[in-house]
């Protein structure tokens, strides 16, 4: 029929959708006023799960946590190894590293290739450095990271 339209689940329209909107809405500027560590007020969480968006909100709380904050983003792969193999020589402002046997990679900036060849070889070829302190995909990841997070 024209004009007519069908319930679906998750529909956005309508009378009870635009409550799950509002719902969602004061939730997102609760979170987004709130100071640190203030937890946002139950009966926001509450109109949420009464306008039965239960979906939504769990996946909100996800990208935001308990207080609001954004999580912090996952540690990109090669960040620890690099930090427990290589950061007690080499400085990485993104790994939180200071050593100063070996170069300031922050300001070498190596490409990965740079970074899997002195994996392998053992640095430049001053001998302060082992060859084959890594291997197979550790190497590779921490190639791949210490390129990236020293931009080279």
């Known amino acids: 029929m024209p004009g007519r339209r069908v319930a679906v689940p998750g529909d956005q329209r309508g009378e009870d959708g635009l409550d799950r909107l509002r719902a969602l809405g004061a939730l997102h500027a609760q979170r987004v006023l709130a100071e640190p560590g203030e937890e946002p007020s139950p009966r ?35 960040k620890a ?52 302190l890594l291997s197979g995909a550790d190497a590779d990841q921490v190639a791949a990271y210490v390129a990236n997070a020293a931009g080279g």
Do not use: W
């Not at 909100?57 to 090669?78: I, Q």
């Not at 100063?100 to 002195?118: R, Y």
């Open 44 to 78: 926001v969480g509450d109109a949420l799960l009464e306008a039965g968006l239960t979906p939504v909100r769990r996946a909100l709380l996800d990208a935001v946590g308990a207080t609001g904050a954004p999580k912090p983003a996952a540690a990109a792969p090669g």
């Open 81 to 132: 190894q690099f930090a427990s193999t290589c950061g007690g020589c080499h400085t990485l402002k993104d790994a939180g590293t200071s050593g100063s046997v070996g170069p300031n990679l922050d300001q070498l900036k190596p490409s990965e290739a740079l970074v899997k060849s002195a994996i392998a070889k053992g640095g430049a070829g001053s001998g302060q450095m082992p060859p084959g």
